[in-house]
T-cell receptor, first 111, second 113 residues
Framework: SQQGEEDPQALSIQEGENATMNCSYKTSINNLQWYRQNSGRGLVHLILIRSNEREKHSGRLRVTLDTSKKSSSLLITASRAADTASYFCATGGFNTDKLIFGTGTRLQVFP | EAQVTQNPRYLITVTGKKLTVTCSQNMNHEYMSWYRQDPGLGLRQIYYSMNVEVTDKGDVPEGYKVSRKEKRNFPLILESPSPNQTSLYFC????????????FGNGTRLTVT
């Protein structure tokens, strides 16, 4: 069952610009995680935000969570060509240890 | 180096020929899981294991088997592969705490003709 849906599906920007990706989900969550996937490789965990948190930072990453709207956003500031990848949100529920992944946003950063 | 290792990286096989994809982690993680990734469908969980000798079905378990005889290994077995199992497969592991971040292997691209 699909929980998270990312928007947009694809995003192209120039180096130095900011990239914003959104994730919407359907049911109550315990936490929401963002992962990055370079082409054909395994996913790499970026950041986890709990349901009682509204914003979290890690380096050039900023994640927000709005549980009333059931949505989250991932902002990458001052993007670099090396940020080119697919980004996935994954939601974790209260009564399950399953993470449910969205379909991802493909980000292309042009030098 | 802490990692999840999958083998093989690429595999082409024919319908009905049994195969095993191996997964090993060196982080002493209790939890391990298999996912398949298909275009437009995201990652879907096949099977998972909370600890040694404990395995459970995920969302798409049909046609797959797993075993967890040792903590570090979690092989995925396709007894009779079919073309609809052509996909990119990922093994992942984490500590036992619920909703902890997952560590992924680099994937196995399987083609069944």
């Amino acid at each position: 069952s699909q929980q998270g849906e990312e928007d947009p599906q694809a995003l192209s920007i120039q180096e130095g610009e900011n990239a914003t990706m959104n994730c919407s989900y359907k049911t109550s969550i315990n936490n929401l995680q963002w992962y990055r996937q370079n082409s054909g490789r395994g996913l790499v965990h970026l950041i986890l935000i709990r349901s009682n948190e509204r914003e979290k930072h890690s380096g050039r990453l900023r994640v927000t969570l709005d549980t009333s709207k059931k949505s989250s956003s991932l902002l990458i500031t001052a993007s670099r060509a090396a940020d080119t990848a697919s980004y996935f949100c994954a939601t974790g529920g209260f009564n399950t240890d399953k993470l449910i992944f969205g379909t991802g946003t493909r980000l292309q950063v042009f030098p | 180096e802490a990692q999840v290792t999958q083998n093989p990286r690429y595999l082409i096989t024919v319908t009905g020929k049994k195969l095993t994809v191996t997964c090993s982690q060196n982080m002493n993680h209790e939890y391990m899981s298999w996912y398949r990734q298909d275009p437009g469908l995201g990652l879907r969980q096949i099977y998972y294991s909370m600890n040694v000798e404990v395995t459970d079905k995920g969302d798409v378990p049909e046609g797959y088997k797993v075993s967890r005889k040792e903590k570090r290994n979690f092989p995925l077995i396709l007894e009779s592969p079919s073309p609809n199992q052509t996909s990119l497969y990922f093994c992942a592991s984490r500590i036992g705490q619920v909703n902890s971040p997952l560590h992924f292997g680099n994937g196995t691209r399987l083609t069944v003709t």
